[in-house]
């Protein structure tokens, strides 16, 4: 895997199934997405719209929604406390603006209710902060010189990133639960399409977070069966 060498075991059960798994999802999801982008919500209403809907009849605090350059780049920052909105999303009164908008709100809700899977990101983030680079250094450490403790302390810090990526997926499997019950609850799910059409497009997003989760772990196993063959 390192220098010119790839490592068979590397190529065959880390990077080709993280390749197909990749592209699987990223297929799917543009697809979802791109479908329901061109079947417009029974409100007929735009992202920023859905937002302040769900802010007048809801229990959510009121909040700044802007528009973000780019596709796919919705988010909520709570730092800044705001939910950025992609174009598509801010400008189409459709189906995917409205479940996006409501994911994105489910976020919200999950750090104005002091949700447990928040604290528990937030409590891993300052440990997070230098993990990639410090995981990466003394793997490559540990391998070209052969330093066997190096190498578990790179696989150390890789598991803490695998252990976010993992958390990860629950926070957004969760924030789509929320954003569902918040359509609901105000009156925005009129019909089967709005129904199908969320779920469609909430569930492909979810998937990403899985793909992500399963390719550190394969990394992560692989990092592993290396030490163990060093040691």
């Known amino acids: 895997m390192f220098g010119w060498y790839i490592d068979p075991v590397y190529f065959w059960?880390?990077?080709i199934p993280t390749m197909l798994i990749s592209i699987g999802v990223q297929v799917y999801l543009r697809s979802t997405f791109s479908k329901w982008s061109n079947v417009k919500n029974s409100s007929g209403i735009v992202g920023p719209q859905v937002a302040q809907?769900?802010?007048?009849?809801?229990?959510l605090k009121p909040l700044r929604v802007e528009r973000i350059r780019g596709s796919m780049t919705d988010h909520f920052d709570p730092g800044a406390n705001t939910v950025r909105l992609s174009d598509p999303v801010a400008t189409q009164p459709s189906v995917a603006s409205m479940a996006v908008t409501a994911?994105?709100?489910g976020h919200v809700q999950q750090y104005q209710t002091g949700s447990g899977l928040i604290k528990m990101r937030g409590f891993l983030l300052p440990a997070l902060q230098f993990s990639p680079t410090i995981s990466y250094i003394c793997i490559l450490m540990g391998l070209w010189w052969n330093m066997t403790g190096m190498l578990w302390l790179g696989i150390l810090f890789f598991g803490l990133m695998v252990l976010f990526s993992i958390l990860t997926l629950?926070?957004?499997i969760d924030a789509s639960r929320r954003?569902?019950?918040l359509l609901q609850e105000a009156g925005l799910m009129q019909n089967e399409n709005d129904a199908s059409g969320s779920r469609a497009v909430l569930t492909a997003a979810a998937l990403t977070y899985l793909a992500a989760a399963v390719t550190s772990i394969l990394q992560l196993l692989y990092y592993i069966s290396v030490a163990n063959r060093r040691s």
């Open 13 to 15: 059960y880390v990077f």
């Open 53 to 59: 809907q769900l802010f007048d009849r809801t229990s």
């Open 103 to 105: 994911h994105e709100l």
């Open 170 to 172: 629950p926070i957004e």
């Open 179 to 181: 954003g569902t019950k």
